[in-house]
């Protein structure tokens, strides 16, 4: 294409040196080295637009090449900002889902503390009972002794049962108010 252009200068020139009147000088020699002045012009110009094309081509080709790397180049940020989107909507489900297991958790909780009060209350209760059928037995008559003697170990029985009932129920709190901590802190952490 640059050749083709060259010719087509060199061409143009050789028909302007013929087109135009010849001065009416004795030298002949005028018109030749007019021609050769304009080829050697033509030429230069020739080489200039080859070189500028040449670096054109160049400086294009390493154009598209960074064009290609920056494209791929987006498309990989693009899909960690899809992964990283994907993992904070997962870290979000996780945070709710632990929330939702702490309310659970504190209702639960309170639900046992308020149960836990309740056989600490009628165990109270129990103890004011068997005080009082013992301070009966201590003033009652001697045939009733032995039913009443009965009553108060029933009594007794029972009694120790609600504290080991209580006993457990103290410790079911306290562990379910480790395993609250536990989940606080993971919720903390996350956040």
Known sequence: MIWGLCLLCVAAGLRAVHASPLAKTNKVAAPQ????????????FSESLNHVYETTEAKLK???QALKSHEGT??????ETEQAAEVEKQMKDVIQS?????????AHTMMT???LASVEKEAAELQTK?????MFLNNAVPTSLKELQER????????KHLQHL???HKENIEAQNEQLCKLQEMSEAMT
């Not at 987006?74 to 899909?79: D, F, N, V």
């Not at 068997?130 to 013992?134: C, T």
């Open 113 to 115: 503390k308020d149960s």
């Open 62 to 64: 390493k154009i598209t």
């Open 33 to 44: 080295e007019e021609v050769n002045v304009l080829m050697f012009g033509v030429i230069q």
């Open 130 to 134: 068997v005080r009082r059928l013992e």
């Open 74 to 79: 987006l498309q990989a940020l693009g899909k």
């Open 152 to 159: 108060a170990e029933e009594h007794s029985n029972a009694l």
């Open 98 to 106: 632990l929330q939702a297991q702490m309310a659970k958790q504190q």
């Open 166 to 168: 209580t006993q457990f």
